[in-house]
């Protein structure tokens, strides 16, 4: 089964600059997840789609950020202008369902993507 | 005070030794998971679990939720263990993963 797919893997790009990335969930899985980790911390959730509708982005900071999943199989996110503290692993990762209190489903991660903001 | 905490943050080992790296939560959960990232960002995950204990390999994890704890285990290490491991926890109310920190660990021949 092939996992979740992101591209690209590195970024570096200036401040003020737009930058996007991609994420190919796997197949048939319904939730997709956009994580944001900062060196040496646990990845923070900033979007989560259930298909194509946006279940949670209360960390999703709206000013500058946005992410889509049109037809609810891809997704991008995108960072408009960037900060050099948007300096991060983006991580995308993807599960079969919502997870709910009585069902709880794995999650599967992509490689992520670096992006370092000079 | 974070809502799970792991420890300990850093680890080294030579070849063979018996590792276990904790984790501790605060919250209600229906389900903890622990994740193996790679230097490249990558992260596999190895376990999901809500009670007991589970083994895949060398790794063992177990749980007690009574005292909010779970911890890692890998027997044998080798230097391919070489990894950040990072516990997180699904709450009982939401269906959010709240991480932990990462256990840097470094395994040496």
């Known amino acids: 089964e092939a996992g979740v797919a992101q591209s690209p893997r590195y970024k570096i790009i200036e401040k003020r600059q737009s930058v996007a990335f991609w994420c190919n969930p796997i197949s048939g899985h319904a939730t997709l997840y956009w994580y944001q980790q900062i060196l040496g911390q646990g990845p923070k959730l900033l979007i989560q789609?259930?298909?194509?509708?946006?279940?949670?982005d209360s960390q999703l900071p709206k000013d500058r950020f946005s992410a889509e999943r049109l037809k609810g199989v891809d997704s991008t996110l995108k960072i408009q202008p960037a900060k050099l503290e948007d300096s991060a692993v983006y991580l995308c990762?993807?599960?079969?369902?919502?997870?709910?209190?009585?069902?709880?489903?794995?999650?599967?991660f992509g490689q992520g993507t670096r992006l370092t903001v000079v | 005070k974070n809502e799970v905490e792991q420890s300990p943050q850093n680890l080294t080992a030579q070849e063979g030794e018996f590792i276990t790296i904790n984790c501790s939560y605060s919250?209600?959960?229906?389900?903890l998971h622990w994740l193996q990232q790679h230097p490249g960002g990558g992260i596999v995950s190895l376990f999901m679990l809500s009670s007991g204990k589970k083994k895949h390999g060398r790794l063992i994890a177990t749980i007690n939720i009574q005292e909010k704890h779970s911890s890692l285990h890998i027997t044998a290490s080798h230097p391919r263990d070489s990894a950040v491991y990072i516990c997180?926890?699904?709450?009982?109310?939401?269906?959010?993963?709240?991480f932990g920190t990462g256990t840097r660990l470094q395994v040496f021949p």
């Open positions: 990762a993807s599960s079969l369902a919502r997870p709910s209190y009585y069902l709880n489903t794995e999650a599967f």
């Open positions: 919250v209600g959960i229906s389900a």
């Open positions: 997180a926890v699904s709450p009982g109310s939401t269906d959010k993963l709240i």
């Open positions: 789609f259930q298909n194509n509708g946006v279940v949670d």
